[in-house]
Every structure is written in structure tokens, then in C-alpha cells.
């Protein structure tokens, strides 16, 4: 009796230990929810997603197909962060959002912008008055019009403002015509205009190639490096130090090359 009242008791020692080693588990798992573009930023953090969970952080990935909710949200606290801005875009994003919250912690990659048409094989063949859609956001309006800039298209009284509207061309020889449209609309319309400059996470979600089918690209040299942002409040916690040392791991760095080969740039 005695020796089946002891093993009884290790049975139940062992039970009570195994569920408080998971309870202890339950309670050390950090969750965290990050704002990101379809591609290539979703495909990036669904990438790390084993690796954190493995380290005890749960990575909830929400995908927004704008630039203005993700960093709303943020500034709301209803969620963690995000994975889809640039520098330039932060900071003019924070001139209208006095009280934003957004912390840039790592750089990821860069997505090389780029115009497309599909009415013209080469620049030279864009005809005088030609129509232009660019993004309407001031951050990639400014980055189209010096990147146009760049082509010979226009000349900018300042070709290092980022900030750069239709107010600042000072020489337009080929008379072009601008449509300034949301972002992500851009691939939809490209037959409607002679040129699109298209960031490369919607060229891609398009089926474009921007190394194949762009007329012309950014170089490798781009200062729009895709950013991992959480908030003054969380930037120091654990779990964002976990979620921004693998986006910036070998591992990483290798995936965003095999797969997106050369379209989507490591920027670390």
C-alpha cells in the first residue's frame, strides 16, 4: 500500500510539474502585432515567424494595402508597430501627425523604385505632353519627381528635396502632364497614362518585374530603406530586440535575395 501511495505521489509530483513548466511557457510567450505591406514586408515577417515563436514571441502580422492606416494604428496603440515606411516618409508623416509615436529601430531592405509604361519600350520614345502618374503621398511624390529628374525628364530647383511637389520643377522641356494618385492604384492604371512610377511592393503584387520590365530603376544607393518601427513606449521590450535582430540575420538577407533577386534590396 505503501508503495503504490508513493509511486501515486510521483505521478502526481511529475503532472504537477509539467503543467507548471507549461504554465511558466504560457506566461513567457511575448505577442507581437506588426503592421506590414503585402510584399515583400509580409513575406519577410511570415519569413522570421518560426525562428520568434521558437524564442518565445508570437509575430501577428497584419497587412494593410496603404501607407496611412499602419502608422494611425500605431499611434492609437492598436498595434505593436510596423514594417512598411521609409525615412523620408516617417518624417513628413510626422509634420501631420503631431502626435506620433512611431520609433524606427532597423533598417530591412530597400525596394528600388521605378517607372513603367506600357505603351513605350524605351524613354526616349515618351512623346511631348505625355501623362505621368506619380504617388500622392509627399514622401514618394518628392522621390518620384527626383528620380525623373535623374532621367533628363524635368529639372527640380533642389534635386536633394525629398519633399519635392509639381511647384518646384523649374524646366519641363517635354511639356509632361502629371496624375498624382494613391500608391497602390498605380499598377491598375498603368495602360490609362504613358508612365507610372510605381513603388516596388505594389510592381510586384502587379506581376512587374522592376528589373525586366521598368524603363528605369533607382540605384542601389537609395536612401528609402524599408524601416522596422515600434513605439516610444514598447521600442526597448525584449520581444522587438528578438524581432529586429532576425530581420536583420544571414538568414534574412539570403531569403530576401533568392526571392526577390535584385528587385528587393538588403539595406543591412
Not at 42 to 54: D, G, R
Not at 69 to 79: H, I, M, S, T, Y
Request: proline letters at 6%.
Amino acid at each position: 500500500m505503501s508503495v503504490l501511495f508513493q509511486q501515486s505521489r510521483r505521478v502526481f509530483t511529475l503532472a504537477g510539474l509539467s503543467l507548471l513548466l507549461c504554465a511558466n511557457v504560457a506566461q513567457a510567450q511575448e505577442t507581437l502585432t506588426i503592421a506590414a505591406n503585402p510584399v515583400p514586408h509580409a513575406e519577410i515577417l511570415e519569413f522570421v515567424k518560426p525562428q520568434l515563436a521558437t524564442q518565445g514571441v508570437t509575430l501577428k502580422i497584419k497587412v494593410f494595402t496603404d501607407y496611412i492606416q499602419p502608422g494611425v494604428q500605431v499611434n492609437e496603440k492598436r498595434l505593436d508597430g510596423n514594417y512598411y515606411l521609409t525615412q523620408p516618409y516617417l518624417n513628413e508623416f510626422k509634420k501631420s501627425h503631431k502626435n506620433d509615436l512611431q520609433v524606427p529601430l532597423v533598417k530591412v531592405h530597400v525596394e528600388p523604385f521605378a517607372g513603367y509604361s506600357s505603351k513605350y519600350k524605351k524613354l526616349s520614345d515618351l512623346p511631348n505632353g505625355a501623362t505621368i502618374a506619380i504617388p500622392n503621398d509627399p514622401a514618394n511624390s518628392g522621390r518620384a519627381l527626383i528620380l525623373l529628374a535623374k532621367q533628363g525628364l524635368l529639372k527640380l530647383k533642389d534635386m536633394n528635396n525629398i519633399s519635392a511637389t509639381k511647384k518646384d520643377i523649374v524646366e519641363n522641356p517635354k511639356s509632361l502632364k502629371f496624375k498624382e494618385l494613391e500608391a497602390a492604384t498605380l499598377p491598375r492604371i498603368l495602360g490609362q497614362v504613358d508612365l507610372a512610377l510605381i513603388n516596388t511592393n505594389y510592381a510586384i503584387e502587379a506581376k512587374l518585374n522592376p528589373l525586366k520590365d521598368s524603363l528605369f530603376i533607382e540605384d542601389a544607393n537609395s536612401p528609402y530603406a524599408n524601416l522596422l518601427v515600434a513605439r516610444e513606449d514598447n521600442k526597448n521590450s525584449p520581444a522587438f530586440k528578438k524581432l529586429a535582430a532576425a530581420l536583420n540575420s544571414p538568414e534574412v538577407k539570403k531569403f530576401i535575395q533568392e526571392r526577390y533577386k535584385g528587385a528587393v534590396v538588403p539595406a543591412f
